[in-house]
């Protein structure tokens, strides 16, 4: 394929990101146009509260520009799984819109593409500002995902990313409402390249994910990819069914060889209360399991078009 030929998609999800998308647009369309001849850019607004509805019907007649407006917010892992739904290029572009991923380094993923590999990413190192819980729960997060499990996702994998056309198939074919994007892409294989890079900070507004959608996340990924949690609640009850059979044994034993009368009302109390609470958090997990299958049986769509633009180039040639 030579130089310009190639044909680009991007894929945006923009929430709320009215003060960030002239920007946005204006670097990335100015970049692309560097690159190639054929491209397209896809805007996903994830149910905006914000002026970005009016921003992007300022840029409606924009060549290849397609946009595409949620019915109510449904989640990035939404928009971009919408995205990738509307992709009809050679290659995708991953990007966020609030410019931390800096469109400069799109020629660097692209040449990596063009030496054979069919995923590129750029890996996050984690900045001195996020908090210690953070990086402790993400540490402890991805050691359960890839306890004992044959696929790996690696921790420090940015959102930022270039997939190939085969790649954007192999996504599309799975069926799953819970999407854990990090995890699918890892799932799916293919010849991965990762780069480094640290992310910039957010040019306007603050991030949106604060702690109960990272922890709504987090449990998304935990479930999709791990069946640790239930497994440990096994090995611990069998562990203190063992414990309690040898206690019991000792009891027994005393009492009927020494005369001993067993006093145990301490001992008790706090038996069953340990016990009720492990119980308790053994059956808060398996419902969190369920309550995931649940969402998958009920076959809902995972995100709803309200309405949309199609500016792309893509869309004429497909038609023809
Ligand atoms: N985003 C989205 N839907 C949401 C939340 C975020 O489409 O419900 C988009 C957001 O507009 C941005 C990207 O996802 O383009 C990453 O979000 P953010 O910058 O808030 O996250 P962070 O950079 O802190 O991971
Ligand atoms: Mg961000």
Request: net charge neutral; glycine share 8%.
């Amino acid at each position: 394929m030579n130089d310009r030929s190639v044909r680009i998609s991007c894929v945006v999800p923009a929430f709320n990101e009215a003060a960030n998308l002239p920007n946005l647009l204006t670097q990335l369309s100015m970049q692309l146009g560097e690159l190639s001849d054929h491209w397209e850019i896809i805007v996903v607004d994830d149910g905006s509260r914000d002026r970005t509805r009016a921003v992007l019907a300022e840029y409606a007649d924009t060549p290849g520009l397609v946009v595409l407006h949620f019915s109510r917010n449904f989640g990035k892992e939404a928009a971009l799984s919408a995205g990738l739904d509307r992709v009809r290029g050679d290659v995708c572009f991953m990007l966020d819109a609030d410019l931390q991923h800096p469109v400069a380094l799109m020629p660097q993923m692209l040449a990596a593409w063009r030496e054979g590999a069919q995923m590129v990413y750029f890996v996050r190192e984690h900045r001195r500002d996020e908090p210690f819980w953070k990086r402790w729960g993400s540490g402890l997060l991805y050691w359960l995902i890839n306890f004992g499990s044959a696929v790996q996702v690696p921790e420090d994998a940015g959102d930022f990313r270039l997939l190939d056309a085969k790649v954007v198939a192999a996504l599309r074919a799975l069926p799953e409402r819970n999407r854990f994007m990090k995890g699918l892409y890892a799932w799916v294989g293919f010849r991965t390249q990762a780069l480094p890079y640290t992310p910039e900070p957010r040019l306007h507004g603050k991030s949106h994910f604060s702690g109960r959608r990272l922890l709504n996340l987090a449990l998304t990924g935990l479930t999709a990819f791990s069946n640790v949690p239930l497994r440990l609640w096994s090995v611990f009850g069998l562990i203190l069914a063992l414990l309690a059979l040898i206690y019991g044994g000792y009891v027994t034993l005393a009492y009927f060889i020494d005369q001993r009368p067993v006093a145990g009302w301490t001992t008790i109390v706090a038996g069953l209360m340990l016990f009720g609470g492990i119980q308790l958090i053994s059956i808060g997990i398996l419902g969190e399991y369920l309550g995931r299958v649940y969402d998958e049986v009920k076959q809902r769509p995972r995100y709803i078009v309200d309405e949309q633009i199609d500016n792309s180039p893509f869309a004429q040639e497909q038609m023809a």
